[in-house]
């Protein structure tokens, strides 16, 4: 009989331990799931445009991935003026609405429908990009960069 009582704690005990080790390591698997959740993640971006203006502008195309909807994206143009020696961001832009485009058309091989530039003053800008391979481009978009600003057109 004590044989028997013997197994039985001694089996309880071993369960004991198992679940206890279960439980620490399981609160430890979710700190660290928690920790990674936490974390800042980096937004996707790929640029998919540039062009130069003689030494006065540097223009580029950059899609943006949605942070909420890993098919929706953004486009952001970006104005650089050449100064001292470096090109320094003078001004950006939301082409069209934030997340109003689809990552995958906006970051293939043919997304850039037209992206025109000149080197006057203004310099008038149009951008057309792909909407979907069905629906084909944008309208173009017309901008005029002046004094590194950039404006609708």
């Known amino acids: 009989m004590n044989l028997v009582r013997n197994h039985r704690i001694r089996r309880a005990a071993t369960a004991g331990v198992t679940l206890l080790a279960a439980a620490v390591l399981g609160t430890a698997g979710a700190t660290a799931s928690n920790a990674e959740t936490a ?30 909807d890993e098919y929706a994206a953004s486009v952001q143009l970006k104005v650089y003026t050449h100064d001292s020696g470096t090109w320094k961001e003078s001004d950006r832009v939301t082409v069209g609405d934030v997340d109003g485009w689809f990552w995958y058309p906006l ?46 057109g």
Request: hydrophobic share 35%.
């Open 107 to 152: 970051t293939g091989s043919h997304a850039v429908c037209d992206f025109s530039t000149a080197s006057t003053e203004p310099a008038p800008l149009d951008v057309s990009l792909m909407i979907t391979p069905s629906i084909g481009c944008s309208e173009p978009a017309h901008y005029v960069v002046k004094q590194g600003r950039v404006y609708a």
């Open 39 to 68: 974390a800042p993640q980096t937004q996707q971006t790929q640029q998919i445009a540039s062009s130069v203006l003689g030494s006065d502008y540097k223009i580029t195309l950059t899609a943006l991935r949605s942070p909420e």
